[in-house]
């Protein structure tokens, strides 16, 4: 399989520790979104990553779609998401959370890469800025309500682990937020950020100002 996109994206970086979890070998084709366009697109239409090139020369897109297909290979024995019931719901709560809070980050850091400096809306930079904050104090949240105990669902390594640190670490990074701000949501993170699987696939994000 080959994996298309650069880990400094919290998606492409959730696809790559979770291969790595489950044990699937990939080639990585460190392509940006930016210059590599046209090679992206030739295996997949929008332009985007992660995605994902089957054996077969399937192509794979969107980073839930790929997780879903990386699970149902593991079986649901060492599946990374939960397969059912409140546990699933809660699962995918939290991960939503943190994948909306990433994209609202990514629209910022888009604003300010593609978008002349006289020409940002800034009511609308606010908003997404509030957005991601929000969602953050939600999972800093839930996660002060775990208490002293590891793990988002249990003890057992999960996607939510996988989503929440990945998008966590990359909104830090990008948008230079104060480590502080979310301290329960941090001691999550940081146990995870230690974790070899993580750490072998991460690489901070760097956005060219556009002035
Ligand atoms: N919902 C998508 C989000 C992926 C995403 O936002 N990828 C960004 C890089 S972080 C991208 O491809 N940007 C290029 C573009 O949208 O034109 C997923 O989960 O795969």
């Known amino acids: 399989m080959i994996l298309i996109g650069m880990f400094d994206s919290p998606f492409v970086r959730r ?4 291969m790595r979890l489950l044990g699937f070998d990939f080639e990585h084709r460190n392509w940006s979104v ?7 697109r030739r295996y997949n239409p929008l332009g985007r990553v992660p995605t994902l090139v089957l054996d077969d020369g399937e192509a794979l897109i969107e980073s839930s779609a790929i997780l879903d297909y990386l ?3 593991a079986g649901p024995e060492r599946a990374l998401l939960p397969l059912r019931g409140a546990e699933r719901r809660r699962a995918l709560r939290l991960m939503a959370l943190a994948t909306g809070a990433a994209d609202k980050g990514v629209v910022q850091l888009y604003e300010s890469a593609f978008r002349p400096a006289e020409k ?3 009511p609308w930079l606010a908003r997404c800025r509030g957005q991601m904050h929000d969602g953050l104090r939600e999972l800093d949240r839930c996660a002060a309500a775990l208490g002293n105990r590891d793990g988002w669902l249990g003890e057992r390594l999960t996607q939510v ?5 990945c998008a966590t670490t990359f909104l830090h990074e990008a948008l230079q937020l104060d480590s502080g ?8 993170v940081s146990r995870c950020e230690a974790l070899p699987a993580f750490r072998a696939f991460h690489q901070p994000f760097f956005v ?4």
């Open 34 to 40: 930016g210059k590599d366009q046209d090679d992206i």
């Open 71 to 73: 699970d149902e290979c």
């Open 208 to 211: 060219p100002r556009s002035g």
């Open 161 to 165: 682990e996988v989503t929440v640190t």
């Open 15 to 18: 696809v790559a520790i979770s």
């Open 181 to 188: 701000q979310y301290p329960a949501l941090m001691r999550q």
């Open 120 to 122: 940002r809306h800034e």
